[in-house]
């Protein structure tokens, strides 16, 4: 059972480049979530969506998009990488109306320089 | 606003001592609260959760009660161990609402042998 996939693991990228980090779940859940965890800072939500076709901001959503044409992939697209995205990212999903646990994959770490 | 307050880290402990990880929280509504364990280079997976007051969540020898009069939800461990090192974040979710979680910043624990 592989629960939430991410890909890739690690990626550097220089300023103005673009991105796509991956996130597949395998559980059938509806909420799936994008989160960036800084140092010290805990996690803060980016994006979420409750569903295909449907995607909502969360906390902090500038300089990034995302779309959800399926119930298993939701990616997170950086258009121009700046150093600020730097960053650990973190893709979690959940199942509506159970306890509420997320379920979280192991992380993209981005360097952007 | 919903918020989550942690106690400031990092923790270190020896093995066999007593643990005690202080969240208290800010909610309109009424939470659901959890306590997320990361370990090292992995993703965060929930370690145990309390859905209404009086409730206390408890795994893997870790347990934590919902008191509402003081709006806390202490995470404790009678003896800790080496594998416990780990960063342990607090969080909540309003019921009703957008199945957001909201997250304190994480404390960092350090036990030695």
């Known amino acids: 059972n592989a629960g939430v996939t991410q890909t890739p693991k690690f990626r550097i990228l220089k300023i103005g480049q673009s991105m796509t980090l991956q996130c597949t779940q395998d559980?059938?859940?509806?909420?799936m979530y994008w989160y960036r965890q800084d140092p010290g800072m805990g996690l803060k939500l980016i994006y979420y969506?409750?569903?295909?076709?449907?995607?909502d901001k969360g906390e902090v959503p500038n300089g990034y998009n995302v779309s959800r044409s399926t119930t298993e992939d939701f990616p997170l697209r950086l258009e121009l990488a700046a150093p600020s995205q730097t960053s650990v990212y973190f893709c979690?999903?959940?199942?509506?109306?159970?306890?509420?646990?997320?379920?979280f994959g192991p992380g993209t770490r981005l360097t952007v320089t | 606003g919903n918020s989550v307050t942690q106690m400031e880290g990092p923790v270190t402990l020896s093995e066999e001592a007593f643990l005690t990880i202080n969240c208290t929280y800010t909610a309109t509504g009424y939470p659901s609260l959890f306590w997320y364990v990361q370990y090292p280079g992995e993703g965060l997976q929930l370690l145990l959760k309390?859905?209404?007051?009086?409730d206390k969540g408890s795994n893997k020898g870790f347990e934590a009660t919902y008191r509402k009069e003081t709006t806390s939800f202490h995470l404790e461990k009678g003896s800790v161990q080496v594998s416990d090192s780990a960063v342990y974040f607090c969080a909540l979710i309003t019921q009703g609402g957008s199945e957001k979680l909201v997250f304190g910043k994480g404390t960092k624990l350090t036990v030695n042998p």
């Open positions: 559980m059938n859940h509806n909420y």
């Open positions: 309390a859905t209404k007051a009086d």
């Open positions: 969506s409750v569903g295909a076709g449907i995607t």
């Open positions: 979690a999903s959940s199942l509506q109306g159970t306890s509420y646990e997320q379920y």
